[in-house]
């Protein structure tokens, strides 16, 4: 392989690791490549030694590993927030890559470790809250925080 055919693969590589948690779908990252999906997967492979969906798949595990040590989240707000759509899907992942399942995996590592941080930082860090997004109310009525929980008239 040249190394104009390497730094293509590269930079589709390092979208993938910097938009990991965004719907990344292959015909995106081979055309951030500049190549056909085909192509693509075959000269990932050759360089990586895996797939682009086996590689993307493997780092959202080991972020959601990372946030299942250190915040105070529930596992399927961790599987959302790493880049997974289905919880079985990431559980099974999962547990195919570490060895156990998240809550197990969570239930371990708390045991000698520090306090998890608060989900709310952790989601604020991670672009959860928007000014743009629809908030609904909590279960016991009350507004989320930041949230202006005045009635809006409209004026005509």
């Given at each position: 392989m040249d190394t104009g055919q390497l730094r293509q693969v590269r930079l589709a590589k390092d979208a993938m690791d910097r938009d990991w948690a965004r719907p990344l779908d292959l015909p995106t990252?081979?055309?951030e490549a500049g190549y056909s999906q085909y192509h693509f997967v075959r000269l990932?492979?050759?360089?990586y030694g895996e797939t682009p969906g086996q590689y993307l798949?493997?780092?959202?595990?080991?972020?959601a590993q990372e946030l299942l040590r250190s915040a105070n989240l529930t596992v399927t707000e961790i599987c959302l927030l790493v880049?997974?759509?289905?919880?079985g899907t990431f559980s099974?992942?999962?547990?195919?890559?570490?060895?156990?399942?998240?809550t197990e995996f969570r239930r371990a590592a708390r045991r000698s470790g520090t306090p998890p941080?608060?989900?709310?930082f952790v989601l604020f860090w991670a672009g959860g809250f928007r000014a743009d997004q629809q908030f609904s109310r909590s279960r016991n009525g009350a507004p989320p925080?930041?949230?202006?929980?005045?009635?809006?008239?409209?004026t005509s």
């Open positions: 990252v081979a055309a990932f492979r050759e360089v798949s493997r780092r959202r595990i080991e972020r880049g997974f759509t289905s919880l099974t992942k999962f547990k195919r890559q570490v060895g156990v399942t998240p941080v608060p989900g709310c925080p930041n949230v202006d929980p005045t009635p809006r008239r409209e």
